[in-house]
T-cell receptor, first 113, second 109 residues
């Protein structure tokens, strides 16, 4: 089944404790991205990647890191999480940079206390 | 960056027609997309307009006017399952994707 998977789905952590949210897709997509969703703000792009080893900042990259060592995986790293990073996070992928249809993962609900 | 505006809420009865408008300001533009998100779920793709005009997909249609920086999503023959949030999105020439804040559609019996 073609899909985007994220783990964990739910995470409660404390300020400053490094964490990684994994994202994997099995569709051989080139374009991958991370979003955070907060009430009233819609989806805001954190980072995106056009292909392996190519990543770029979205609208809200501060406090996040990403890497794209393999085509299928695009982990999101929070080196020192803070309470303002409490949010719902989505990973998404699309066939290529000009593809208009994105496939979203199920989401990761992160709470930082 | 990009700026997209859409209404925050729309309420309608079953069987009605709802139009969700989206206006955008962008430094580059590859087209306007629409996504649906049910409460607690992942967004799913609905439609895309690269050129001016109307695109129809079943009960849903989407329209784009590039000269007016404006588009809309039309939901026809509303059903209870159409209660969800709807987002418009644009991709700029750097391939960065921006979404509107979303419109919550509530369908009443």
């Amino acid at each position: 089944e073609a899909q985007v998977t994220q783990n964990p789905r739910y995470l409660i952590t404390v300020t400053g404790k490094k964490l990684t949210v994994t994202c994997s897709q099995n569709m051989n997509h080139e374009y991958m991205s991370w979003y955070r969703q907060d009430p009233g703000l819609g989806l805001r792009q954190i980072y995106y990647s056009m292909n392996v080893e190519v990543t770029d900042k979205g609208d809200v990259p501060e406090g996040y890191k990403v890497s794209r060592k393999e085509k299928r995986n695009f982990p999101l790293i929070l080196e020192s999480p803070s309470p303002n990073q409490t949010s719902l996070y989505f990973c998404a992928s699309s066939l290529g940079v000009s593809s208009y249809e994105q496939y979203f993962g199920p989401g990761t609900r992160l709470t930082v206390t | 960056g990009q700026s997209l505006e859409q209404p925050s809420e729309v309420t309608a009865v079953e069987g009605a027609i709802v139009q969700i408008n989206c206006t955008y300001q962008t430094s580059g533009f590859y087209g306007l997309s629409w996504y649906q998100q049910h409460d607690g779920g992942a967004p799913t793709f609905l439609s895309y307009n690269a050129l001016d005009g109307l695109e129809e997909t079943g009960r849903f249609s989407s329209f784009l006017s590039r000269s007016d920086s404006y588009g809309y999503l039309l939901l026809q023959e509303l059903q209870m399952k159409d209660s969800a949030s709807y987002f418009c999105a644009v991709r700029d020439f750097d391939y960065k994707l921006s979404f509107g804040a979303g419109t919550t559609v509530t369908v009443r019996a």
